[in-house]
């Protein structure tokens, strides 16, 4: 008995992950951005990558424990900084910053192919397998990504906005689209979800919508509380079952 437990202690200890996260400088035209790379130093071979882009308060701990998470699953993740180095705004000054992108797509496309690219360049990476999350601002991102026609497996919104000024675009799109978003989440309205499939469809893009009952905006982040009457709140159940929504898609389109 003695040796089997020892055994099954080794096992479980040799099988676990050996993560090496660092910041990457980079660069979309003269502005410098610095990401956050992890992967598993143990793996071997070429890896399928996942860009992570952050939330309206910039690059951060939540997205880089996002990042950690998918290099223990087997991924090279790069946590992508659409702001620029040293720009990260508190809660107040967030919707400023932000919505200077979500008003000037073109730029956010720049900002967010420019993380894509900087994945791709990383020697540990299979640049045939790549997909891009985001949440929330970030979810926005990386339907906007897809937009721009960038040549990725697939892209997954949590709780991202996903209205488009130029929906026609999605036309050019290549990914195939997983959007996770809580049903009762009022930064995102029915007319919004509604013109958004009208979008998905009119393009004959592949694509799934997932709706979680009793979940608002920022659900997946435990930070945003548990008060759903203030519109961003934490919901348990709906971060686990979006997390492996996202797991089975990976599935799906790295096979």
């Not at 990401?35 to 952050?54: N, R, S």
């Not at 690059?59 to 900084?81: E, I, M, N, S, T």
């Not at 497996?153 to 675009?169: C, E, I, Q, R, Y």
Request: hydrophobic residues 40%; neutral net charge; glycine residues 8%.
């Amino acid at each position: 008995m003695t040796v089997l437990v020892f055994l099954s202690f080794f096992m479980a200890t040799v099988s676990q992950a050996k993560v090496v996260s660092k910041s990457v400088e980079y660069k979309e035209g003269d502005t410098v951005l610095e990401g956050f790379l992890a992967y598993d130093d143990e793996k071997t071979g070429k890896l399928p990558g996942v860009v992570v882009v952050h939330e309206w308060t910039g690059l951060g701990d939540y997205v880089k424990d996002r990042a950690k998470q998918l290099a223990k699953q087997g991924y090279v993740a790069f946590a992508a900084d659409i702001y620029g180095k040293g720009v990260r705004p508190n809660p107040s000054e967030a919707g400023k910053v932000a919505g200077l992108y979500k008003n000037d797509r073109p730029l956010l496309r720049k900002r967010v192919n420019a993380a894509f690219n900087e994945l791709k360049k990383q020697t540990r990476v299979d640049d045939r397998k790549i997909a891009a999350i985001g949440y929330c601002f970030g979810g926005t991102a990386v339907l906007e990504l897809a937009r721009s026609g960038a040549n990725l497996n697939g892209v997954v919104s949590f709780h991202g906005g996903l209205a488009s000024p130029t929906p026609d675009d999605a036309k050019n799109i290549r990914a195939k689209v997983l959007v996770l978003h809580g049903a009762d989440d009022p930064n995102v309205p029915n007319d919004e979800v509604e013109d958004f499939e009208e979008e998905m469809r009119e393009a004959k893009v592949d694509w799934q919508l997932v709706k979680y009952s009793q979940a608002v905006h920022a659900f997946t982040n435990p930070a945003a509380g548990n008060d759903n009457s203030k519109g961003a709140a934490y919901n348990a159940l709906a971060a686990k079952r979006s997390w492996r929504a996202m797991k089975d898609f990976f599935q799906e389109i790295f096979r």
